[in-house]
C-alpha cells in the first residue's frame, strides 16, 4: 500500500491513498471508520442516520479547501495528497500550521467560532471526504466517541508540541518533524520508513521557523551520517533511532 507500480526501470513513487471501501465497510484511512465500528455501527448504520459522507476534488496543487473567513459548514478529512494549514499576518506573511496527512481531519477548530480561522491548501492533488458538520453533530448524540473526534485535541504537530521547541537546535526542529510524520504514515496503516515530502523546503522551513536554506544543509547532514537518504522528495530512513537521538530533547515524553 502506497507505492505505484514500477515501470521502465523507474522506482515506484511513494503515493499514500485511502481504498474506497465498499457499502459495508469504511475506506482504510478513515478518520471515524474505527470509532463507528468500534460501536457497532457500520455504513449501513451511517446511512439510516443520514450522516452524509461526501467525497470532493480533485483538488489541484494551490487549490483551498476552504478560506480563512468562510463560514464553517463541514469538516473534512483527506483522503489522498497533503493538506497544509497556514495564517497570514499582519504584514502578510504566512505562518504555516500544519501539514495534514491521508485519514487526518482539518476544520475543527472552526467548530466553536463557525468561521474558518485558516486556510487549508492543497500541496499536491488532493481527495477529501466532506462531513457535513450538522449530520455529524446528529451522528454524535448515537455515538459518544465522535464527539470526542470533534473535541480540540493536542496537536499531532511538532511545532506546537512543546515550548522547548523554541529554544532547540536547527538539527533537532527537522529530525522531530520526519519523526513526526513517520508515526502519523504509521499510524493509518503505511510504510513509517519511506516518506514522501510533498511540502517545499520552503514551507518545512516556515513551520519549523528555520531557513530554507538550513532545511536543506541539514538534510545532507542527514544523509552523510546514515540517518535517512534524500531522492528528490522521496526520504528513506535508515537510522530511525539515530534519528531519535538527535531529536530527544523536544520528542514527546
Do not use: W
Amino acid at each position: 500500500m502506497g507505492y505505484s507500480e514500477s515501470t521502465g526501470g523507474r522506482k515506484a513513487v511513494f503515493n499514500p491513498i485511502a481504498d474506497d471501501g465498499n457499502e459495508y465497510k469504511f475506506c482504510s484511512t478513515c478518520a471515524f471508520g474505527s470509532v463507528c465500528v468500534g460501536h457497532g455501527v457500520d455504513k449501513i448504520g451511517l446511512t439510516e442516520l443520514h450522516c452524509l459522507v461526501e467525497h470532493a476534488g480533485p483538488f489541484r496543487t494551490g487549490d483551498a479547501i476552504f478560506r480563512h473567513g468562510d463560514r464553517f459548514s463541514a469538516v473534512y478529512a483527506v483522503r489522498a495528497g497533503t493538506v497544509k494549514t497556514s495564517q497570514v499576518d499582519r504584514e502578510g506573511r504566512e505562518l504555516i500550521l500544519g501539514f495534514h496527512l491521508p485519514g487526518e481531519l482539518i476544520g475543527l477548530n472552526a467548530i466553536h467560532t463557525e468561521i474558518y480561522p485558516c486556510d487549508a491548501i492543497a500541496l499536491e492533488t488532493v481527495e477529501v471526504c466532506r462531513f457535513s458538520f450538522p449530520a455529524l453533530a446528529t451522528l454524535a448524540t448515537r455515538i459518544p466517541q465522535i464527539q470526542k473526534e470533534l473535541l480540540p485535541r493536542p496537536s499531532q504537530h511538532i511545532g506546537d508540541a512543546s515550548p522547548r521547541i523554541q529554544e532547540s537546535t536547527a538539527d533537532e526542529r527537522p529530525a522531530a518533524f520526519i519523526l513526526n510524520l513517520s508515526a502519523r504514515y504509521e499510524a493509518r496503516g503505511f510504510a513509517a520508513n519511506a516518506l514522501r515530502l510533498s511540502m517545499p523546503r520552503s514551507d518545512i522551513a516556515n513551520y519549523l521557523g528555520l531557513a530554507a536554506e538550513t532545511v536543506s544543509r541539514v538534510l545532507r547532514r542527514f544523509q552523510d551520517s546514515g540517518l535517512l537518504v534524500v531522492e528528490g522528495r522521496e526520504v528513506s530512513l535508515k537510522n530511525p533511532a539515530g534519528l531519535r537521538e538527535v531529536a530527544r530533547n523536544i520528542l514527546p515524553d
